[in-house]
T-cell receptor, first 113, second 109 residues
Framework: DVKVTQSSRYLVKRTGEKVFLECVQDMDHENMFWYRQDPGLGLRLIYFSYDVKMKEKGDIPEGYSVSREKKERFSLILESASTNQTSMYLC????????????FGPGTRLTVT | GQNIDQPTEMTATEGAIVQINCTYQTSGFNGLFWYQQHAGEAPTFLSYNVLDGLEEKGRFSSFLSRSKGYSYLLLKELQMKDSASYLCAVRANDYKLSFGAGTTVTVRA
């Protein structure tokens, strides 16, 4: 079974702090994704990566950056957290080809106060 | 842009059938996914349609009409454990999935 893990289930940070969210997958997938999920808005893509050190902006990249130094790990960085970044953050991974199914991690609920 | 619409909430009785509709207007189309998400958990894959027609998988079926920009997920013989959010997502290109806001289904005894 594909396993996608995220470093924290719950996180509380203060405005202006630098925040790191870590995601690890164990299926040697090339593609990894970061989403945020907000009530009434669904999942929105922040960034994705199709290979090590490669990254592409999604629909809402402002205020975020990412890092992919190893194939299995994809990090989301909030350079200076703001209250409007309070949300559920979901990481996903996907292999190449096939049904293009994405496998999701359990999510990190981030609260910025 | 991408526009994916699905109802916000639906309620049904245990043992009944529920149909969740999804309409989409997207800049590209390469397939449509349905995911199930229980409260506080990760979304899990239910189905993938790329051609028109009905795909059946046990109690769950998914239908696609590309010409109408329309899909539905049919849940039969509802069980309490089916209470969850159901997410419709369109694969616009090789990488990107665009999601609807999700439909929360509540199954009552």
């Amino acid at each position: 079974d594909v396993k996608v893990t995220q470093s924290s289930r719950y996180l509380v940070k203060r405005t202006g702090e630098k925040v790191f969210l870590e995601c690890v997958q164990d299926m040697d997938h090339e593609n990894m994704f970061w989403y945020r999920q907000d009530p009434g808005l669904g999942l929105r893509l922040i960034y994705f990566s199709y290979d090590v050190k490669m990254k592409e902006k999604g629909d809402i990249p402002e205020g975020y950056s990412v890092s992919r130094e190893k194939k299995e790990r994809f990090s989301l960085i909030l350079e200076s957290a703001s209250t409007n970044q309070t949300s559920m953050y979901l990481c996903a991974s996907r292999g190449s080809g096939g049904t293009y199914e994405q496998y999701f991690g359990p999510g990190t609920r981030l609260t910025v106060t | 842009g991408q526009n994916i619409d699905q109802p916000t909430e639906m309620t049904a009785t245990e043992g009944a059938i529920v149909q969740i509709n999804c309409t989409y207007q997207t800049s590209g189309f390469n397939g449509l996914f349905w995911y199930q998400q229980h409260a506080g958990e990760a979304p899990t894959f239910l189905s993938y349609n790329v051609l028109d027609g009905l795909e059946e998988k046990g109690r769950f079926s998914s239908f696609l009409s590309r010409s109408k920009g329309y899909s539905y997920l049919l849940l039969k013989e509802l069980q309490m454990k089916d209470s969850a959010s159901y997410l419709c997502a369109v694969r616009a290109n090789d990488y990107k999935l665009s999601f609807g806001a999700g439909t929360t289904v509540t199954v009552r005894a």
